[in-house]
């Protein structure tokens, strides 16, 4: 954990590991200031100038449907924080696959969570509701790419036709729907 230097919210470079024992020895600063768990994304250590500690866990929002999640943990515990946390990263992730997966708007795809590097498989798609072989590919880094998937002769092809951000998602559907007519014309 990144601590102050002379709490008076300007960080240093020092690193405490996060422990129970360590969060309670620390210091009251003369101003408030949060420090971010190097382990887990989304949990803070919340320090006030009265000297109240508090373990704070939040997930993004602007993800169509959800909120903004707090849990503070005023008796805390790190690893009941850390575990609490994990587990709403987790269901976070699966809410808005699966929002995903009804309705593909520049929010939705915006605020999908990365691949989780931990699995085997370097990314997972997320099909278009709307035109059939259309995917977007979400890797371990989080970037995100539109592919279109399509069989052609009896062979699968999946073609990358560009990232999320750089193309739009209307133009990844034109360009599929060109691909599919052209397919049709010529692998028939």
Same mark, same amino acid.
């Given at each position: 954990?990144?601590?102050?230097?002379?709490?008076?919210?300007?960080?240093?470079?020092?690193?405490?590991?996060?422990?129970? =024992?360590?969060?309670?020895?620390?210091?009251?600063?003369? *101003?408030?200031y949060e420090v971010l768990d190097p382990l /887990? &994304? $989304?949990? =803070?250590?919340?320090?006030?100038?009265?000297?109240?500690? *508090?373990?704070?866990?939040?997930?993004?929002?602007? /993800? &169509? $449907?959800?909120?903004?999640?707090?849990?503070?943990f005023k008796v805390f515990d790190v690893e009941a924080a850390r575990a609490y946390a994990?587990?709403?990263i987790a269901a976070h992730a699966m809410r808005a696959k699966k929002h995903a997966a009804s309705e593909w708007t520049v929010s939705t795809l915006k605020f999908l969570p990365a691949h989780d590097k931990s699995l085997p498989s370097r990314y997972y798609e997320i099909k278009d509701p709307e035109v059939r072989?259309?995917?977007l590919r979400v890797n371990t880094a989080g970037r995100k790419f539109f592919y279109f998937r399509y069989t052609c002769f009896g062979k699968k092809w999946a073609d990358e036709l560009g990232e999320f951000g750089h193309i739009s998602i209307e133009e990844a559907r034109s360009t599929a729907k060109g691909i599919r007519a052209f397919i049709k014309e010529e692998c028939s």
């Open positions: 954990m990144t601590t102050t230097s002379n709490f008076n919210g300007a960080v240093s470079d020092e690193l405490l590991i996060w422990t129970n =024992a360590a969060i309670a020895a620390l210091p009251t600063p003369s *101003s408030s /887990t &994304p $989304g949990l =803070a250590l919340l320090v006030d100038s009265d000297g109240c500690k *508090s373990l704070q866990f939040t997930f993004p929002g602007g /993800t &169509p $449907g959800f909120l903004e999640q707090h849990a503070t994990n587990e709403n072989g259309l995917r």
